[in-house]
């Protein structure tokens, strides 16, 4: 089988305007879909002229709102506007729609053998907007009505086990087909076509040039999945590696990895692999193949019960964000303490931390691997968090003084404020004008403090804004990032990232 097309989807109201964006997505794409149920009606009548204004294959699609697509009227003005789409078909058949996309349950004769008649080929496709489909083989035979069309099938997984059960399904097909999931967990049944066997991917612009309703479905930009997926070049020999966590929203890692292989000339991909349980996506690891897993919040901690083994390291942290598929099974690492002790030495140039007072703010798995970092530095600090519980444990670790993150505890962080490490996630996403996420919202900044946030977007959290109008030295969590990922790039690949 071929490898997979990437298709734009055309979204606009009137032709003059899907030919704009086409023109913009042109050379990262191999063919388009015209959503004719976004057309004014106006413009729907010259449907016919598409094929020839666009120069690729595209796809005519009609969709209903039950299948998800803005269609409102009714079946027969929807058939006769496709008959529209077929008839006075060239000679030269790349003016003609190449495909044309009809429902499983859409039984018009005509059009189907005008189709046949013209050169279009059928995509037969069956939407479910909630679920997953079970028995994915047998689904695709039942709508697959002659060898000439191409089955498709679209659903909703409920869960990354959905997901992985698709994957593992669609091994068995061996003619051409469409396999993609939308909603939540969509993203690698998009990115990883080749492995699907799909025929062709879809693809968006980014969400503000369309409806939002086609990003909720889970398409990717057509330039991000060249660029940063390196979409092309994915083939069986690929390795796959990724990230998980919930919601995973903001992750800047699969920059850094895929930079990483591009650097390197690896063929490899590294992407987004949204779970609500960490479990669901080590399965889902396996069935893929997959080589390594970057695992973030809310995982760092659930992870650990979950390998074959866990590194020194890992335990003593009590929390993992690296996990290795090996021979001998699944292995945690923990890269945030290394990537959080560069990334320190960096912004404070300084060899340890004997003598210095340090406020870690959080307990939460990110607070594990920094509070570990400080003691092994020689850093005396006390734990502030909401739950003093947490707090309580973490400190107990290390014999860190510990309070509750309120009002109460002003005194005692102005005391530990040499360095203040923000671990929470707090301020996480917040806007310019945004002031109320900030976790230290009680305390007034002397100046002298230096204040460290682990968060990296926005690059200016609400606390180091106004750290720094307050004049203190601040660093934002970019740098913890990037040294993280390049500790797990050399776990992952066997190579330095940096060499
Ligand atoms: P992690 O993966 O680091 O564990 P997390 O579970 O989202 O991420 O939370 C990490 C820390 O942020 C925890 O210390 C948590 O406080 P609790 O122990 O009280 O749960 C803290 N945290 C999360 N949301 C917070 C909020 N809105 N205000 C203050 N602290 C918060």
Redesign the pocket.
Known sequence: MQRPKICLCLTCSTLAENLAVLEKYRRWIDMAELRADYLTDDERLYIRRFPAMAGIPVILTIRRLVDGGVYKGGEAARTALMARGLAFASQDTSKNFAYIDLEEDLDVPCIQDAALAFGTRIIRSMHNMTDTVTDLPAQMAKIRKTGYEIPKIACTPRTLVDVSTLFKESASLDYEHIVCCMGMFSIPSRILAERTGSFLTYSSPPADNIDEALTKLGHTDPIQLNTLYNFRAIDKKTDVFGITGFPLTHTLSPNLHNEGYHKHGMNAVYIPIKSESVKDALDFGKVLGIKGLSV??????DVLACLDSVSPEAAEIG?CNTVVFGESGTTGYNTDAEGFEKALREFLQVKNLRGKKIAI????????AIAYTVYKLKGKACIF???L???RFLAGKYRFKYAV?GMESQKLLEEYSWLIIQ????GMGAGETDDSAD?LIFYGFAGNEQVYDIIYNPEKTPLLRRAEQAGCRICNGYSMLKYQAYKQFELFTGVPYEN
């Open positions: 973030t919040v809310p995982h760092k901690e929390a703010i959080g307990a939460g798995g990110a607070a594990k968090n909401r739950t519980a947490n707090a993150l671990t929470t996630p707090v976790p």
